[in-house]
């Protein structure tokens, strides 16, 4: 999960990196206060790269507020994600002249001059970089905006987000729901599963997937629905040959 901005970042060994091996994990913070962030002086280091201490996590916690992250040292994936995206920031900002010259169809390509095969794209989309932090922020707000929980990984949150337009936003949902009679909400205490699998949050996560899968089934049958109506809309409505005398083709 992390590989994208250890490449961005020249990281040595961007898919070998493993976040739950201890020793990984504080090599890595290590390099990027050496290598990347800088936001101590030198001498002020000492507690960071003392790895083997006992007091290393309180150094790691006060370098992670001193920087502004907003996870705990006990959210590992979330907080190396946070400080790798910082790292990319500050990256961006040593080249942003150099960085802002690069063009889409360059990326990847031995002569920066030569145009892409098949012409360049016009979807605006592709000029995008999904790592701005600005681009990050957006996505966090749109996450709160539609009561979205949040998450470390920006792209996954974006996928809910899209999901969430497409099933209650869209010109086609809101069509529906407003054809649909609207009932009293059901929660997850008042349904009843069926069987009990002895842990409260296994239930309730068999809760939930029963309700996904009545949601499948009830699409399904709607996606039916409108095939027999097209297929009736065709077989209902046969021609009159008046030499045969009779109806049919």
Partial sequence: MFQRK???????????????????????????????V????????????????SDW?????????????????????????WLLGYAVRLEYGDDAEKLRSVKPHTLGSSD??????GGASSNPLDALDFEDPDFKAGVTSLAMMLQIPPYHDHL???KAICIVVKEKLSIEALDRAGKEQQGEPATLETLNLGFDTGDYIINEAAKILRLLHI??????????NQA?????TITANPKTDSRLGKVGR
């Fill in 6 to 36: 250890l490449l961005a970042l020249n990281h040595h060994q961007p898919q070998k990196f493993n976040s739950s091996d201890e020793n990984e994990f504080r090599s890595m913070i290590v390099w990027l206060e050496d290598q990347k």
């Fill in 38 to 53: 800088r936001h101590y002086k030198i001498e002020d280091r000492a507690g960071l790269r003392n790895t083997s201490s």
């Fill in 57 to 81: 996590p309180k150094a790691l916690e006060n370098y992670a507020n001193d920087l502004g992250c907003p996870y705990p040292i006990s959210e590992r994936n979330p907080m190396i994600d």
């Fill in 112 to 117: 920066g001059n030569k145009p892409p095969q």
């Fill in 156 to 158: 996954e949150q974006l």
């Fill in 215 to 224: 949601r499948d089934l009830r699409e399904l049958q709607s996606s039916i």
């Fill in 228 to 232: 027999i109506v097209a297929v009736q």
